[in-house]
């Protein structure tokens, strides 16, 4: 019987059959029950010499068992292992990949080319106290140049402090001498903010700001600066700019810079004078603007310049419309070679 139960537990090749030979065996029925219950009728004796020879079949079908099922639960395992497998090799779905939109990749060139040039970024708050966003730039209250900025107003939270949404980022040329002095050299590229929108204004746009400020500084090196950046930005040696004689408060003597155009595949393109147009404010800082933050005007003296980042991208890239950089239209972008 002990050799017949041990051939059939090897035999076995699932659990359940496996469970059928231990309950044929061990169960309340099986036969090697059956030989325990024979004890209790037995002579001492005779018990003596019988108790462990069933003890040790009793023992020897238990281990045979447990060792069986390990083996068939291994095998299991493995058959597992083998046929659910992640298969790696599969290709993927294909999925839209994002991209740099033009004016985070006009920002960046900008970063790098003024970087080339010695030029750290600077950052302000775009909201932004009246006295940043104009007094310390020269336009106290009653300046006529308030009017031509188109000021979102804030609620005041505090009586006589007066928040704006910036209108430019010239308040950055503030904080920026404020916090690190004199000689400095910084751009500050950044959101501003003026109520206005048709094809070429929206009430959100983008500005770059440039400030040098050192001693004996001039015009000269303001035009150098620019006309290296122009050049660089547009990657073409045949820039030609123009200086007009303007007005801001903040610059004195002020300058608007124009860049000249020509005409490629009936586009009009930055590059040969065959036209100008404007692309730049600037001007020598205002000495009462160097004042304001708190350097000596008589020591330092400085240039600084603004313009649009989103006219540069649309002059760049040859968009028309200034309102479809922020419509997130993906049609629009792979046009224009910014979507994946
Ligand atoms: N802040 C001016 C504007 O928004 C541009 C400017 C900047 C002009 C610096 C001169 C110097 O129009």
Redesign the pocket.
Known sequence: DLQATLDRIAAVTDLAALDAERVSALGKNGWVTALLKTLGGMTPDERQQRGPEIQSQRAEVAAAIEARKAALESAELERKLATERLDLSLPAADMPVGSIHPVSQVMDELAEIFADLGFAVAEGPEIESDWYNFTALNMPETHPARAMHDTFYLAPEKEGETNVLRT?T?PVQIRAMQQHGAPLRIIAPGRVYRSDSDATHTPMFH?I?GLVIDRGITMANLKWTLETFLKAFFERDDIAIRLRPSY?P??EP?AEVDVGWSMENGRRVVGGSEGWMEVL???MVHPRVIAAAGLDPDEWQGF???TGIDRLAMLKYGMNDLRQFFDGDLRWLRHYGFGA
């Open positions: 430019h010239s500005q700001e801001f903040f610059t002020s404010g600037s001007g600084a310049f603004g």
